[in-house]
T-cell receptor, first 114, second 115 residues
């Protein structure tokens, strides 16, 4: 079945540091890939998405490129802020038979210190 | 923000009691989902619905039932709550366009404590 593996963290960075959160997936077919963010006490919010190979999703300074050859969708940001402290989830939706379900990674807690 | 309302937002109850959580949407989306979130497990799908009266089990469905009698409401019921069901519960909605699933949008969650 489909699966998503992301670095579990926690990740602690200083403000303005470079961020990478690794995400790899296993899926048949051609899945869509997503990054969600969850701020403390809130639900998940869509951060960015990519629907086909080599697509780059971007939002709020975050980027991720859909790499089919390495089955990866790593999240990056050049300069993190304290306000980026949150839990980040990588997820995929397969275009196969169960295309109405998301498969999530376990989440990565990011803490950014001033 | 997607129009998703979960109720109640917080609930404390005792083992063995029935509990019903409600998810209400104003987006007219076809797909609705219930997840639970626990430390070390991320989000796990409990049940989902792909239309009125059409539901199916997720990966952690034991001890839970759902109902969807109209498009906008998706109810999650714990028939006899156990302490292992203490968790944060999230509802999500989605649509499919041209055969490809669109991103899910989440409610703010219900924090359920079973003593």
């Amino acid at each position: 079945g489909d699966s998503v593996t992301q670095m579990e963290g926690p990740v602690t960075l200083s403000e303005e540091a470079f961020l990478t959160i690794n995400c790899t997936y296993t899926a048949t077919g051609y899945p869509s890939l997503f990054w969600y963010v969850q701020y403390p006490g809130e639900g998940l919010q869509l951060l960015l998405k990519a629907t086909k190979a080599d697509d780059k999703g971007s939002n709020k300074g975050f980027e991720a490129t859909y790499r089919k050859e390495t089955t990866s969708f790593h999240l990056e940001k050049g300069s993190v802020q304290v306000s980026d402290s949150a839990v980040y989830f990588c997820a995929l939706a397969n275009s196969g038979g169960s295309n109405y379900k998301l498969t999530f990674g376990k989440g990565t807690l990011l803490t950014v210190n001033p | 923000d997607a129009g998703i309302t979960q109720s109640p937002r917080h609930k404390v109850t005792e083992t063995g009691t029935p509990v019903t959580l409600r998810c209400h949407q104003t987006e007219n989306h076809r797909y609705m989902y219930w997840y639970r979130q626990d430390p070390g497990h991320g989000l796990r799908l409990i049940h989902y619905s792909y239309g009125v009266k059409d539901t199916d089990k997720g990966e952690v469905s034991d001890g839970y039932s759902v109902s969807r009698s109209k498009t906008e409401d998706f109810l999650l019921t714990l028939e006899s709550a156990t302490s292992s069901q203490t968790s944060v519960y999230f509802c999500a909605i989605s649509e499919s366009q041209q055969g490809r699933m669109q991103p899910q949008h989440f409610g703010d969650g219900t924090r359920l404590s079973i003593l």
